[in-house]
């Protein structure tokens, strides 16, 4: 398999690892020192696989979500280094019946260590957000 496809599956396992809440699994997708930027959708920059997991599993944890990625532009641009822009769509119901409808675009860098891509950094930019209350 190639790097563009085996960055493609990293990929579909983020999704659906995150919706399933499979946090180990999840956790492995990510280089240790990982950063993770929400700013331009209100959230913050989080330094760190570990770090970011301990903000995620409380955050959505009695959440329903559902994310979508589309149309990847994947480059590799060394042996064991690539960047990527994917289109993206994610729903999160919260306990209380409120609801978030995104989408945007996450902007990423991978590292290939061991024979395995992860992410190394991501930028979640936002086109849109809808909130509904119940």
Same mark, same amino acid.
């Given at each position: 398999?190639?790097? =563009?496809?085996? =960055? &493609?599956?990293?990929?579909?396992?983020?999704? &659906?690892?995150?919706?399933?809440?499979?946090?180990? #699994?999840?956790?492995?997708?990510?280089? +240790?020192?990982?950063?993770?930027?929400? !700013?331009?959708?209100?959230?913050?920059?989080? !330094?760190?696989?570990?770090?970011?997991?301990?903000?995620?599993?409380?955050?959505?944890?009695?959440?329903?979500?559902?994310?979508?990625?589309?149309?990847? #532009?994947?480059?590799?641009?060394?042996?064991?280094?690539?960047?990527?822009?994917?289109?993206?769509? +994610? &729903?999160?119901?919260?306990?209380?019946?409120? #609801?978030? =409808?995104?989408?945007?675009?996450?902007?990423?860098?991978?590292?290939?260590?061991?024979?395995?891509? &992860?992410?190394?950094?991501?930028?979640? !930019?936002?086109?849109?957000?809808?909130? !509904?209350?119940?």
């Amino acid at each position: 398999m190639d790097d =563009i496809e085996q =960055i &493609r599956q990293l990929k579909a396992r983020y999704c &659906r690892l995150l919706d399933t809440k499979s946090w180990d #699994e999840f956790r492995a997708l990510f280089t +240790d020192d990982a950063v993770l930027d929400s !700013t331009d959708s209100g959230g913050d920059v989080i !330094t760190g696989a570990d770090a970011f997991l301990e903000f995620l599993r409380p955050a959505l944890s009695e959440s329903v979500t559902v994310h979508h990625c589309h149309t990847p #532009e994947i480059a590799v641009t060394a042996p064991s280094t690539a960047t990527g822009i994917w289109a993206m769509e +994610d &729903r999160i119901r919260f306990p209380d019946g409120s #609801e978030l =409808i995104g989408f945007g675009h996450y902007h990423e860098t991978y590292e290939k260590a061991d024979g395995a891509w &992860r992410i190394r950094s991501q930028k979640l !930019t936002r086109l849109r957000m809808d909130f !509904t209350k119940p």
